[in-house]
């Protein structure tokens, strides 16, 4: 079973026994959250996360949304994003991708898209198993899908 809808507020997150997909808005344009996760991955670089863990592991957050602010910065008004849930034998694993677009103090780089899993460890703390992070550039500055290529 799949579930897909649009929140107008971050804040909430809503998950079923089997699959969640929310995409997640706080703006009104043209470009929908639905095109921008459409827009293809060419390529896309690992994050260490050994760090990021330690960070997590410090605070006491048990709201996902909070752990993905601590880990890219507050959601953006121009972004997206999808959170799915999946068992991998008797552990759940949550797979995320958070999309920060129209980055407006960057003259290269237009959005990050960043895939994250994460999951809970035995004292029920998140932790990221893996994250992965690419960009895209603005139309005159390069490619304009998601890829770990420069920007000029």
């Given at each position: 079973?799949q579930?897909?809808?649009e929140?107008r507020?971050?804040?909430?997150?809503?998950a079923?026994?089997?699959?969640?997909?929310g995409?997640?808005?706080?703006?009104?344009?043209?470009?929908?959250?639905?095109?921008l996760?459409?827009?293809?991955?060419?390529?896309?670089?690992?994050?260490?996360i050994?760090?990021?863990?330690?960070?997590?592991?410090?605070?006491s957050e048990?709201?996902?949304?909070?752990?993905?602010s601590?880990?890219?910065?507050?959601i953006?008004?121009?972004?997206a994003v999808?959170?799915?849930?999946?068992?991998?034998g008797s552990e759940?694993?949550?797979?995320?991708?958070?999309?920060?677009?129209?980055?407006?103090?960057?003259?290269?780089?237009?959005?990050?898209?960043?895939?994250?899993?994460?999951k809970?460890?035995?004292?029920?703390?998140?932790?990221?198993?893996?994250m992965?992070?690419?960009?895209?550039c603005?139309?005159d500055?390069?490619?304009?899908?998601?890829s770990?290529?420069p920007?000029?």
């Amino acid at each position: 079973m799949q579930y897909s809808f649009e929140l107008r507020a971050c804040a909430i997150l809503i998950a079923s026994s089997t699959v969640f997909v929310g995409a997640c808005s706080l703006r009104d344009s043209a470009a929908s959250d639905e095109s921008l996760l459409s827009i293809p991955v060419l390529s896309s670089e690992n994050i260490d996360i050994s760090g990021l863990n330690k960070r997590i592991n410090n605070q006491s957050e048990s709201d996902l949304f909070a752990v993905l602010s601590m880990i890219s910065g507050p959601i953006s008004e121009q972004g997206a994003v999808v959170v799915r849930s999946n068992r991998k034998g008797s552990e759940k694993e949550y797979s995320v991708v958070l999309i920060n677009d129209n980055i407006p103090d960057d003259d290269s780089v237009s959005g990050y898209r960043y895939h994250i899993v994460l999951k809970r460890n035995i004292s029920d703390k998140w932790i990221v198993v893996e994250m992965k992070q690419s960009w895209r550039c603005w139309e005159d500055r390069g490619h304009t899908q998601f890829s770990a290529e420069p920007c000029v």
